[in-house]
């Protein structure tokens, strides 16, 4: 059994399982890059501010526990995650997982709608379906929530680690939907800006200017 994760931690393997999927072309990830998926604004709860040593910080405690695994890069180290192998859940699960770490806890109608660009699946009942097998596992992954006051319906929650307090997550349709579209654009160009000033910073390296 593994011992409960660190918030930063999971914002860490949560970035690695997205970007494995979003971003194929540029996983596994630099360390400037995965500090900059765990500062990202969008798609985010909470939102937090890390800085690279942080970051590392983060990645040395995960690679014992066989979570992180660094590889080499042409000239910068690379980062990928091995959550499914380890916790033993298949891709589906991974998606699951990774989108309730970094947006905080979720109705199944929430987590197919934000977990679409990891995992499409099929309806409601599938997510609920593999929901209800992370909770039955041993030990447990997921927990679903009390239904709040004047919810439709109840949340889910990871139990890997640190979570955020479920009274702090907005739960009004009205303020808390996002547009999905839009929340995918965003997150596509921020990834190629991300991208270009990766390869900016390679090409002043290779010219010499950089101090």
Known sequence: MLRPLTSLELRVLGVLIEKQRTVPDTYPLSLNALAAGCSQKTARHPVMEVSDAQVLEALDALKPLNLVIEVSG????????????????????????????????????????NAERLHRFADTGSVEAFLDELAASDPPKVRRLERAPGAREARWVHLLGDEPLPEVVAVSSASAVESPALTAEVARLSDELRLLREELADLKRQLGLTP
Request: glycine share 8%; proline share 5%.
């Open 74 to 113: 042409a000239r910068v180290a690379r980062y990928e995650h091995n959550l499914g192998r380890v916790y033993g859940v298949p891709s589906q699960s991974v998606a699951l997982l990774s989108t309730l770490m970094l947006r905080g806890p979720q109705t199944a109608a929430e987590l197919r709608q």
